[in-house]
């Protein structure tokens, strides 16, 4: 079945920059557009970023552009997300999640990673 | 862009059904599809419905969605509902400019 695994988190300071990774197994990997969605401690879900099933077509939510850019490597089924100046604001759970498309026009997930805490603090 | 607007909370006794909302402020409900996501307390989201009404393998059948052009909303309907269906719920849609839009949530209690 799909399985999703994200690592990278931790606690970084206001202004550094943190890269996060996703694993993807279970399914063909290259056939899949993947999405970043993230949560801060409380509050409900946000769309961060989306990076279709070649890595050709790239989209990121108004709250991280220019900062933050997504990334994958087919031949090791991985996503990664790069953020750099982060900001206290940028605290949440990153979940992975698979799109059912590959080129895709808008977010329909069907499976999600169990997510990874990232704690902006000096 | 628009947004999606559900209630905060909702409460409904086991075995019952209930029926959570969904409205969209601009655009037709029907331009985009509507998916809903159940997240258990502590625990990643889950796609219940994607596409306004299919339901990944693994969702029981009584989870059902639906949309309405007349009000501009989704629905999720629940039947014969059980304590662990005791979740928060999101609606989520888009457009061709903002490609996720999230609702803010519905937290459903079973009591």
């Known amino acids: 079945q799909v399985h999703l695994v994200e690592s990278g988190g931790g606690v970084v300071q206001p202004g550094r920059s943190l890269r996060l990774s996703c694993a993807a197994s279970?399914?063909?990997?290259?056939?899949?557009?993947m999405h970043w969605v993230r949560q801060a401690p409380g509050k409900g879900l946000e769309w961060v970023a989306l990076i279709w099933y070649d890595g050709s077509e790239k989209y990121y939510g108004d709250s991280v552009k220019g900062r933050f850019s997504v990334s994958r490597d087919n031949s090791k089924n991985t996503v990664f997300l790069q953020m750099n100046s982060l900001r206290d604001e940028d605290t949440a759970v990153y979940y992975c999640?698979?799109?059912?498309?590959?080129?895709?026009?808008?977010?329909?997930?069907?499976?999600w990673g169990q997510g990874t805490l990232v704690t902006v603090s000096s | 862009n628009f947004m999606l607007t559900q209630p905060l909370s909702v409460s409904e006794s086991p075995g019952k059904t209930v029926t959570l909302s969904c409205t969209r402020s601009s655009g037709s409900i029907a331009s985009n599809y509507v998916q809903w996501y159940q997240q258990r307390p502590g625990s990643a989201p889950t796609t219940v419905i994607y596409e306004n009404n299919q339901r990944p393998s693994g969702v029981p059948d009584r989870f059902s969605g639906s949309i309405d052009r007349s009000s501009n909303s989704a629905s999720l309907s629940i039947s014969g509902l059980e304590t662990e269906d005791e979740a928060d719920y999101y609606c989520?849609?888009?457009?061709?400019?903002?490609?996720?839009?999230f609702g803010g949530g519905t937290r459903l209690t079973v009591l």
């Open positions: 279970g399914f063909n990997f290259k056939n899949h557009g």
């Open positions: 989520q849609s888009y457009d061709s400019t903002n490609l996720g839009v």
């Open positions: 999640a698979r799109d059912r498309s590959g080129m895709v026009g808008g977010l329909v997930v069907d499976s």
